[in-house]
């Protein structure tokens, strides 16, 4: 069982509906970071989370800490928005007194106009 | 630059022959990282670096992988006697200290042949 999961896998929407991808980890974490990755590679950092809820224009995060569970939402879809949403646990490490991610599989979206 | 930098941005090289991917994170961010992800594949951790402290190589698949980082500065991610199944986007990372925001790359390609 993977440390971070997310789901769905595949998500198919047309446009001007509202989304949510899932995130669950079973790991205590110091962070969860919600990622976006375009075709040709380059990943953006959308939100970074330890408690409640972001919102950055279309897009909110949120996160609930006892259930160990995050959720981003995207209202008003766009084609633009099709991509990889990535879901990632920042792990804090006390020998090293660093983090690293450990990242979900992954969200492909794909909205249709 | 206003981001984290790598180079080169695509490299084919023959199995078995040495690589060297080089990463510049934005000025200042104490901590770097390095991830992998394979055709298909979700994002791997490779290794992290944090200011002075040793470095967190618990990612890196074998010991034909090594990195540095000098300076506090500039790290090289060496791969040694190179393989096919090395054959990845291979990203770096950079965040002000270990607990904010990290900013990625656009990746280096790398194909074995």
């Known amino acids: 069982k993977n440390e971070v999961e997310q789901s769905p896998q595949n998500l198919t929407a047309q446009e001007g509906e509202f989304i949510t991808i899932n995130c669950s980890y079973s790991?205590?974490?110091?962070?969860l970071h919600w990622l976006q990755q375009h075709p040709g590679g380059g990943i953006v950092s959308l939100f970074m989370?330890?408690?409640g809820k972001k919102k950055h224009g279309r897009l909110i995060a949120t996160i609930n800490i006892q259930e160990k569970h995050s959720s981003l939402h995207i209202t008003a879809s766009h084609p633009r928005d099709s991509a990889v949403y990535i879901c990632?646990?920042?792990?804090?490490?006390?020998?090293?007194?660093?983090?690293?991610?450990?990242f979900g599989e992954g969200t492909q979206l794909t909205v249709n106009p | 630059g206003a981001g984290v930098s790598q180079s080169p941005s695509n490299k084919v090289t023959e199995k078995g022959k040495d690589v060297e991917l080089r990463c510049d994170p934005i000025?200042?961010?104490?901590?770097l990282y390095w991830y992998r992800q394979s055709l298909g594949q979700g994002l791997e951790f490779l290794i992290y670096?944090?200011?002075?402290?040793?470095?967190?190589k618990s990612g890196l698949p074998s010991d034909r992988f090594s990195a540095e980082r000098t300076g506090g500065s500039v790290s090289t991610l060496t791969i040694q006697r190179t393989q096919q199944e090395d054959s990845a986007v291979y990203l770096c990372?950079?965040?002000?200290?270990?607990?904010?925001?990290?900013?990625f790359g656009q990746g280096t390609r790398l194909t074995v042949v």
């Open positions: 990632a646990a920042s792990l804090h490490s006390k020998e090293t007194s660093g983090s690293r991610l450990t």
């Open positions: 990372a950079s965040s002000l200290v270990w607990s904010t925001e990290a900013f």
């Open positions: 989370l330890s408690s």
């Open positions: 670096f944090q200011g002075n402290s040793a470095p967190d």
């Open positions: 790991v205590g974490i110091s962070a």
């Open positions: 000025s200042g961010h104490t901590a």
